[in-house]
């Protein structure tokens, strides 16, 4: 795939595929939750590679498939604005970390991720969906955020920048 265009090979369909098995077995397997609307994921780093590799078409691309795969292998139904919040944070993620190893990036994706798509978005679509009062679910959502902001600027600076994962499997 080529900055610009939308040209993708087989092996960019691959990686891609790989990358949004790995959303969804991550996040069925590897999530932490607290009570019924809070929850840890690790899947945030599978879209951060996708975005460092392939920007916003591929982030997204992740994002949105991964959602729909686990709504429907978890027999959830699916949430389309939940899903959409989703590719709005995929969308950040892919602006701002696509060939860019720059620590100020990570700090900003992660910020607006957290705090906008996590924290406001993500809580009012709950509201919506399960009618869930704004005020207190934002007040146990914030915790969570402050937790989940520095944890992924951590781990992204480490695989990111440190040990530079997507030039490392572009390369292979």
């Known amino acids: 795939m080529q900055a610009g265009k939308f040209r993708v ?5 691959a990686i891609l595929g790989v990358f949004s098995a790995l959303a969804v ?4 397997w590897l999530t932490l939750r607290i009570g019924e609307f809070i929850k840890i994921s690790p899947v945030f780093l ?12 591929g982030a ?13 292998m978890a027999g959830l139904g ?19 970390l696509y060939n860019s190893k720059s620590v ?7 910020l607006i991720r957290q705090l906008i798509c996590g924290l406001l978005l993500n809580t009012l679509a709950l509201k919506i969906y399960y009618g869930i009062p704004f005020v207190p679910m934002i007040y146990l959502r914030a915790v969570q955020c402050v937790v989940l902001i520095v ?12 040990l530079d994962l997507p030039s490392r499997l572009k390369k292979n």
């Open 9 to 13: 090979g087989a092996k960019d369909i």
């Open 46 to 57: 599978v879209v951060a590679l996708a975005a460092g590799m392939y920007g916003v078409f």
């Open 78 to 96: 699916f949430s389309p604005l939940i899903s959409a919040v989703n590719v709005l944070s995929a969308i950040v993620f892919g602006i701002l």
């Open 151 to 162: 944890t992924e600027i951590a781990v992204l600076w480490l695989v990111l920048v440190v």
């Open 25 to 28: 077995v991550s996040s069925m």
């Open 104 to 110: 100020k990036r990570i700090v900003m994706a992660v």
């Open 60 to 72: 997204a691309i992740v994002a949105f498939i991964s959602d729909l795969l686990q709504a429907l």
